[in-house]
C-alpha cells in the first residue's frame, strides 16, 4: 500500500467513525431531548466544566511525566514529548478496544 493510498484510507475511515458518531448522537438527541433535558442542561455552571477540563489535561500531563521518569530509569533517554505521545495513544486505543486491553502494548511499541 503506497503512502497516498494509505492517507486517504485514514480520511476515509475517519470520516465514517464521524458521521456515525454524529448521526448517532442526533438520534439519541432526538429521542430522548426535552423541555426538562434543557432546563437541567442550562442549570450547569460552566466554571465546572472548565476546573473538569483543566484537571483532565493536568492529569495526562502528569502521566506523560511520570511514563518518562520510568522509561528513564531504565537508561532510556526520553523526552517528555515523547512519552507523552505515548500515554495518549495508550490510552486512545484502550478507548478504541474491547474492555481497554490493546492501550498497553501500543505504550511499549
Known amino acids: 500500500m503506497r503512502i497516498g493510498e494509505r492517507t486517504y484510507n485514514i480520511k476515509l475511515g475517519f470520516a ?43 492529569q495526562w500531563l502528569l502521566n506523560g511525566l511520570r511514563f518518562q521518569i520510568l522509561i528513564n530509569s531504565f537508561k532510556e533517554k526520553v523526552d517528555f514529548r515523547t512519552s507523552f505521545n505515548a500515554f495518549m495513544a495508550n490510552i486512545f486505543m484502550s478507548a478504541m478496544t474491547p474492555s481497554q486491553t490493546g492501550g498497553g502494548p501500543l505504550q511499549i511499541i
Open 16 to 58: 465514517i467513525f464521524l458521521s456515525i458518531t454524529l448521526i448517532s448522537i442526533a438520534i439519541i438527541l432526538y429521542i430522548d431531548f426535552d423541555k426538562r433535558t434543557w432546563e437541567g442542561l442550562k442549570e450547569i455552571k460552566p466554571i465546572y466544566g472548565l476546573i473538569a477540563g483543566a484537571l483532565m489535561v493536568i
